[in-house]
């Protein structure tokens, strides 16, 4: 009985808050969906304040705008705040439907100057996998997590993916899980910082995010 309830509890541990997602439908949305508008100048702009721990989402009634080269994508933009030194942008990506086996919104972060004008685009190497038992969030689901630097010279964010995340996903360095003895008869697999292994995860055109803008922290 002990096992069983440690072993159920461990499952809520890694799956609680995991969202769910209707990924033909989502898919079918997206196809179906035609572009909101045709220049960056034209997006809407929600604005933030500094510092900031936003959670939000991008679902099939979020809008649509074409990326160029990276194609059409859903998306959610940000006006930032005029801080006037560096902080830090911390953006995670959380996995839909069963967790860890689950699929995910690859983010990409256009950066745009204050004429609204693009300074550059992360890449989807840039995402992280963490696993949420070692995290500072240990009861959401494992995430992608894109963190890096803000310059005065950013002023808006658009947060989007590209179509070919979309439809065929990318692989992801994950930790290895490291089994360890739960009782005397039932081994427990509990990951763990350690070797990466590499697994193909599945692309959502839709998922859920936290953003958070705050001060670089003391080397």
């Known amino acids: 009985m002990r096992t069983t309830r440690l ?7 890694l799956c609680s808050a995991c969202g769910h997602v209707d990924v033909k439908a989502s898919l079918d949305a997206y196809y179906a969906a035609q572009p909101c508008c045709s220049s960056f100048d034209e997006l809407n702009y929600r604005e933030i304040s500094y510092p900031a721990d936003l959670d939000f ?3 099939d009634r979020t809008s649509v705008f074409d990326f160029g080269r990276s194609g059409k ?18 953006l995670r990506s959380y996995f839909m439907n069963d967790g860890t086996n689950g699929a995910v919104f690859f983010p990409l972060v256009t950066f745009l100057d204050a004429a609204k004008k693009p300074i550059y685009t992360s890449d989807a190497v840039e995402l992280r996998f963490v696993d949420n038992l070692f995290s500072d969030e240990p009861f959401k ?5 894109y963190v890096t630097e803000v310059s005065p010279r950013d002023r808006y964010i658009v947060i989007h993916t590209s179509s070919d995340l979309i439809e065929s996903g990318r692989v992801v360095s994950t930790p ?17 910082l350690g070797p990466a292994g590499q ?14 803008l705050e001060e670089e922290p003391k080397p």
Request: aromatic fraction near 8%; charged fraction near 25%; hydrophobic fraction near 45%.
């Open 57 to 59: 989402s991008i679902d």
């Open 141 to 145: 689901p494992v995430r992608l997590r």
């Open 7 to 13: 072993l159920a509890v461990f499952g809520a541990l």
């Open 199 to 212: 697994r193909h995860r599945e692309g959502l055109p839709v998922g859920s995010f936290k953003l958070r």
């Open 176 to 192: 290895e899980p490291v089994r360890v003895a739960a009782s005397t008869t039932v081994p427990l697999a509990v990951p763990m």
């Open 73 to 90: 994508s859903r998306f959610v933009a940000f006006k930032l705040p005029d801080v006037g030194t560096p902080y830090r942008l911390d």
